[in-house]
């Protein structure tokens, strides 16, 4: 035996380790939005510094019990990319393309790991500046231990993309993953997540498509008044290490401050109770939606969220172009809360949230309608509209380089008429037939608000009594 001779170890991952274990900590749907993720950042690098136009774009998803489909025309990937970068599992230290931009790709394996979920047999295509060309991940390829280079073969003469861009394609599905793409609640979870998700791309106009439908986005905005004096949603803006933190807190279009339960309310309610809370973007990207829990501070120095607060809705926003240092978990679509950017941001969105608890405990007295008129001239705006609004006032510029804007101090938030005596709610329910054989007596037609025809039977008796009154 050579005494001289060193053994060495072997230190490499197997695929076995990738393949299963990379694969489950992340959701099926998460796997998805990463697909969705490459093709925006996509969209980004093909833009260069441009604003990008998501109007001009599209992501194309199909899913059934035999494959799993995405299509975008973002501009493919670079052929030099696919050789050293793309099809690596972990980026390299030396992969220093997205300095510059917004990208959310910073580990390097959202791609493999969601077709590693999906299934053994996948093809990516990528068509980028005339260069055609496709890369299959083989089971054979899968089932040998050696990590073998993937074989990159072109296919100019393909049809499948008629313009820049890449097309992902899995086969051979897993049994569980097959019988989630012919699910139509996994479909429809799917729809959700990306309208949630991607809601500030698909609000500039970008199209997704899932299964032949449109992703519609959900809005999540806050009111913002015409009038310069007219009331307005607290903001507050700062660059904190390299992270610009965006932050507004107002009310939603629910608009009531009343906390009764008339079916009218009730509706309004649950549509704007869903964005109700705090949202929270990184790079665009919505982490999480309409959050009500002490993840964002409810119940932590101010009171636990409850229905008077369904009309509050808080967004706040991280952007940067180092996208490890935007406070999210790995999988991107959960908050790093031990993140010192979002301990900071949470200071103020605190601040802002107190703003509005008071004022719905100043009002909750008094009748809605009564606040109304002050709201007349608002508009419902996303974060960076309001804040492009709100700059337009008299905003406080503070030492350390941060705005804010608190409507309180500012005194634009209307107050309660005090001289007025003040109100009590009247709450009863009655059959929804009875109700409609009222509303057909009082207003013509049965299907009036059952709030409304509770108040004007009210209205009814005190103005009769005040007619006797006056007779007397
Ligand atoms: N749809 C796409 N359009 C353009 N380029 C793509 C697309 N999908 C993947 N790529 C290229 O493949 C690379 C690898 O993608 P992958 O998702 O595995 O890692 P990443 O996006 O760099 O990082 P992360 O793991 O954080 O998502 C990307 O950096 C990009 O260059
Ligand atoms: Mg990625």
């Not at 394609?169 to 799917?190: A, C, G, M, Q, T």
């Amino acid at each position: 035996m050579n005494t001289n001779q060193q053994d060495t170890a072997i230190a490499i991952p197997t695929k076995e380790f990738f393949v299963s274990m990379l694969t489950r900590d992340i959701s099926l749907v998460d796997a998805i939005l990463d697909l969705v993720d490459n093709c925006l950042d996509g969209a980004l690098r093909a833009a260069g510094n441009n604003q990008v136009d998501y109007s001009r774009h599209s992501v194309i998803i199909e899913m059934n019990a035999d494959r799993f489909f995405i299509k975008d025309d973002c501009g493919g990937i670079p052929r030099d990319i696919a050789i050293n970068y793309a099809f690596k599992m972990g980026r390299e230290p030396d992969d220093i393309r997205d300095s510059e931009s917004e990208t959310i790709g910073m580990y390097g394996v959202g791609m493999k790991r969601a077709i590693f979920k999906m299934g053994r047999d996948a093809i990516v295509l990528s068509y980028h500046n005339g260069d055609k060309f496709h890369v299959p991940i083989s089971p054979e390829w899968l089932d040998n231990k050696e990590w073998e280079r993937l074989p990159i073969i072109n296919s100019e003469s393909d049809e499948s993309l008629d313009s820049p861009g890449t097309i992902i394609e899995v086969k051979s599905l897993y049994p569980s993953v097959s019988r989630h793409f012919e699910s139509d609640s996994f479909i429809n979870d799917v729809k959700i997540a990306i309208g949630e998700h991607f809601t500030m791309f698909l609000q500039r106009g970008l199209n997704i498509e899932v299964n032949q439908a449109q992703v519609s986005p959900v809005r999540v905005e806050v009111l913002v008044s015409e009038a310069k004096d007219g009331p307005a949603p607290f903001i507050y803006q700062k660059v904190i290490d390299g992270v610009t933190v965006s932050i507004t807190v107002g009310l939603n279009t629910g608009k009531s401050l009343d906390d009764d339960d008339d079916d009218i309310l009730e509706f309004e309610r649950n549509r704007s109770a869903s964005t109700a809370g705090w949202t929270v973007f990184c790079n665009d990207r919505a982490v999480i939606v309409g959050d009500k829990s002490r993840l964002t501070g409810w119940g932590d120095g101010i009171p636990m969220y409850h229905g008077q607060y369904s009309v509050i809705t808080g967004i706040v926003e991280f952007r940067s172009v180092s996208a490890d240092k935007l406070p999210i978990t790995t999988t991107k679509r959960a908050l790093d809360t031990s993140s010192e950017v979002w301990s900071e941001a949470k200071i103020k969105m605190r601040e802002g949230l107190r703003v509005w608890i008071d004022h719905t405990n100043t009002w909750k007295n008094y009748p809605r309608s009564d606040q109304t008129k002050y709201w007349e001239s608002s508009k419902p705006l996303s974060l960076s509209k309001a804040i492009e609004a709100v700059a337009k006032r008299d905003v406080t510029n503070k030492h350390d380089g941060a705005i804010e804007y608190n409507p309180t101090k500012k005194k634009v938030l209307p107050v309660p008429d005090t001289k007025k005596p003040s109100s009590r709610k009247i709450v009863f329910s009655r059959p929804i037939e009875e109700i409609r054989v009222v509303s057909g007596i009082l207003f013509d037609r049965e299907d009036e608000a059952p709030s409304a025809v509770g108040e004007k039977c009210f209205q009814i008796v005190l103005e009769r009594s005040q007619k006797n009154d006056k007779e007397r």
